[in-house]
Each structure stands twice: as C-alpha cells, then as structure tokens.
C-alpha cells in the first residue's frame, strides 16, 4: 500500500487535488522545502491517483500531509500550513 514510502528514515507525504484552492497554496510551499531539506524524504501525489492509499490513511480533506517514520505513520495534519509552520512541525515530529 505504500509503496513510495522508504523503510528507514523520514518521509513527509503531501496529497492534493486539482482545484483546491488550499493545495494551490501549499504546493509551493511543499516544492521549496523539498529542495532545501536533506534528511526527509517527500513524496507527492493527487488523491485520486492513490485512491487505496488516500482511504488507508482515513483522508477525506486537502491539504493532507503524512509524516512517516521507518515506514510508519506517526503523524498526519489536514490543511495548509506555510513555510514556518511546515518547518515546525517536521522538526517537531522528526526529532
């Protein structure tokens, strides 16, 4: 079910949809923290592209971001958060 989600490590999953007007808005927040952060993998991907992964995980808004941990899910948000507010929350969960 998780098949782009390493073992080990840290990887940070955002799924969105086209339209949302939140996505739009978290999308290049997402895309520029994923150039200059090294140690998390991130993953990305439009909810109904995965709809088996969308409904394992209980996601049923967007937003939504997946932390994962050596491959298991310690924390979820739904929702737009900007850069800081995404920055606080990776340290917080991944450290």
Request: hydrophobic share 55%; no cysteine; net charge positive.
């Given at each position: 079910m998780n098949p782009d989600i390493p073992s080990s490590g840290n990887a940070l999953v955002?799924?969105?949809?086209q339209g949302c007007t939140f996505c739009d808005k978290q999308n290049p927040v997402f895309d520029t923290?994923?150039?200059t952060t090294q140690d998390v993998?991130?993953?990305k991907f439009e909810g109904k592209d995965k709809p088996d992964f969308t409904k394992q995980h209980n996601i049923n808004g967007f937003p939504a971001l997946l932390f994962?941990?050596?491959g298991k899910k310690v924390d979820s948000h739904s929702g737009?958060?900007?850069d800081a507010a995404l920055k606080a929350k990776l340290a917080k969960v991944f450290a």
């Open positions: 955002y799924v969105f949809m923290l994923s150039k993998k991130f993953i994962f941990k050596n737009f958060l900007d």
